[in-house]
Each structure stands twice: as structure tokens, then as C-alpha cells.
């Protein structure tokens, strides 16, 4: 099993930053991908932001694309999502999840075998 716990949301202030943290613990893959996903009030789950754990290669979903950086810290167990300049529509419950399958860049909740319980992230206008 692998357990997932993230923290560092909170309410700010549009225009503001956060980073996200994603400890990993348990049975761990020596190949597997990390992503953030969030859920607005109301929506449907959505993909944010991939890493590959071992290479570091990253991908975004075009919603945060340049305003978001996915990142880990090999030694700590440790994911992170730095999100600068929110939004008032990036509020939303984010949660980390990790794929330990061989799928290239996943995307897609199903693709995804753990989760974490979630953050919340309030960004008033």
C-alpha cells in the first residue's frame, strides 16, 4: 500500500501563491508517476499537473500551464505544487495521486491507483 497525505492549502487572496506538499509513504514503485488533481465546488475531478518520479519529467494541464510548477524531492518522499498567481477559479479540493503502472504521462483519473484525502485551496477575488 501507499499512503498519501498533502497539506499547504488555505485561503488567499487572488494574485497570491501557494505550494502544495505530498508525502509519500509505504510500498513505493522504483517507476511511477505522481499527478495533482482538484475538484471545484460543484465539478467534476480534473487533471493539474504530472511528474515522473524517477526522470522528473513534467506535464500541465493548459488551465495552469506557466502559472504552476509540479516538482519532487527524491530524498524526502515528497511532492509539491507551487501555484503562483491563483485565481478565484482555482478554488477547489486538490488532492495528489500516484500511477504505478507504465502508462506515458497519465492524465486520467482511472489511470491514477492511490490518492491522498485532499486540501482545499480558497482563492477570493
Known amino acids: 500500500q501507499v499512503q498519501l497525505v498533502e497539506s499547504g492549502g488555505g485561503l488567499v487572496q487572488a494574485g497570491d501563491s501557494l505550494r502544495l506538499s505530498c508525502v509519500v509513504s509505504?510500498?513505493?514503485?522504483?517507476?511511477?508517476?505522481m499527478g495533482w488533481f482538484r475538484q471545484p465546488p460543484g465539478k467534476e475531478r480534473e487533471f493539474v499537473a504530472g511528474?515522473?518520479?524517477?526522470?522528473?519529467?513534467?506535464y500541465y494541464a493548459d488551465s495552469v500551464k506557466g502559472r504552476s510548477t509540479i516538482s519532487r524531492d527524491y530524498a524526502k518522499n515528497t511532492l509539491y505544487l507551487q501555484m503562483n498567481s491563483l485565481k478565484p477559479e482555482d478554488t477547489a479540493l486538490y488532492y495528489c495521486?500516484?500511477?504505478?503502472?507504465?502508462?506515458?504521462?497519465?492524465?486520467?483519473?482511472?489511470?491514477?491507483?492511490?490518492w491522498g484525502q485532499g486540501t482545499q485551496v480558497t482563492v477570493s477575488s
Open positions: 495521486a500516484a500511477h504505478r503502472g507504465v502508462v506515458d504521462r497519465p492524465r486520467r483519473q482511472y489511470e491514477y491507483d492511490y
Open positions: 509505504g510500498r513505493t514503485f522504483t517507476n511511477y508517476a
Open positions: 511528474i515522473n518520479w524517477s526522470s522528473g519529467s513534467t
